[in-house]
Nanobody, 118 residues
Framework: VQLQASGGGLVQPGGSLRLACAAS????????MYWIRQAPGKGHEWVSF????????YYTDSVEGRFTLSRESAKNTLYLQMNSLKPEDTALYYC????????????WGKGTLVTVSS
């Protein structure tokens, strides 16, 4: 069971990036899946998640309207399209699997670093 996040990099303010999270060993469509970020010196913050049951997607207020979570079933991959990036979006971005049994994240991918700077 593994998650692999990719797609981070350095981008100027106002730019765009697309992160990908490839799942192996399980079907992500059976789980609530999260994008979580950790800015330098700060704690983890959930960015977006998808409810596997309803298909509903949620965003934290600070990224609403700028970020879009999507999925590609054939590749068992989640994406996070990030537009109009701001310096405050700079963070290590993780994808994670939510466990109903534990009420927390039980599988984490290695983070991918997003740096927004001119």
């Amino acid at each position: 069971v593994q998650l692999q996040a990719s797609g981070g990099g350095l981008v100027q303010p106002g730019g765009s990036l697309r992160l990908a999270c490839a799942a192996s060993g399980f079907r992500y469509s059976n789980y609530w899946m999260y994008w979580i970020r950790q800015a330098p010196g700060k704690g983890h913050e959930w960015v977006s998640f998808i409810n596997s049951g309803s298909g509903m997607i949620y965003y934290t207020d600070s990224v609403e309207g700028r970020f879009t979570l999507s999925r590609e079933s054939a590749k068992n991959t989640l994406y996070l399209q990030m537009n109009s990036l701001k310096p405050e979006d700079t963070a290590l971005y993780y994808c994670a699997r939510f466990s109903v049994a534990t009420g927390g994240m039980d599988v984490w991918g290695k983070g991918t670093l997003v740096t927004v700077s001119s």
